[in-house]
C-alpha cells in the first residue's frame, strides 16, 4: 500500500478480521439488550423505578412548593408538602391548618392549628385562625374569644386583622344572646 493510498476498513481483509471480535460482542450486548426488552414487555412487570432515600428538598423548599400548590389551587399536593415541611418546621401545622380550612375540612383544621399552638404558643396567627374556625362553625364561641384576645397580645402587628375577628366573635356571641 502506498503513502498516497487510503486504507478502506471495511474492504480491507485483515482490518475486517480484527474487528470481529468486537462486531461479535456488540451483537451480543443489542441481543441481549432485546431480550431483556421483551422480557419486561411481556413478563407483565413494571420498569424498575429509581428510589430516593435522601429527600432532596428542604423542610422550607418543601413549604415554598406547599405554598406554591395553594396559589394555583391544587390544595391536595399543597397538604402533601406541608405534611413534609412539618417534620422539621413547626409551622407547617399552620399553612396545614389553613389548607385543610380552605378545603372545608374543618375537624382537620382545628386540629392542626391546635398542633400549631402546642408546638409554638407564641403564634398569633394560629390562635387566631382557630378562633375564626370556631366563629365559622359558629361553636366555642368563649374560646374563639379568649384566642383572639390571645393573638392581638402575641402579635400587636396584626391587631387590625385580630380585632376585626374578634369584633365577629362578639357581635355573633351577642346575637346569640337575642
Known sequence: MGADEVLDAFNHSTTMNNRLPLITSLKMFISAL????????????SIPRMIILK???????????????EKKGLMDSAIKEYELASKKLPIAYLYLGNAHFMKNELGKAETYYKKMIKKDPQNGDAHNNLAWLYYIKRENLDEAERLSLRAIVLNPQKDKI??????????LKRQDLL
Open 162 to 171: 385580630y380585632r376585626d375577628t374578634l369584633e365577629k366573635i362578639r357581635e
Open 55 to 69: 429527600d432532596p428538598l428542604t423542610p422550607e423548599d418543601h413549604l415554598t412548593l406547599g405554598l406554591a400548590y
Open 34 to 45: 432485546l431480550s431483556i426488552y421483551i422480557l419486561v414487555l411481556f413478563s407483565g412487570c
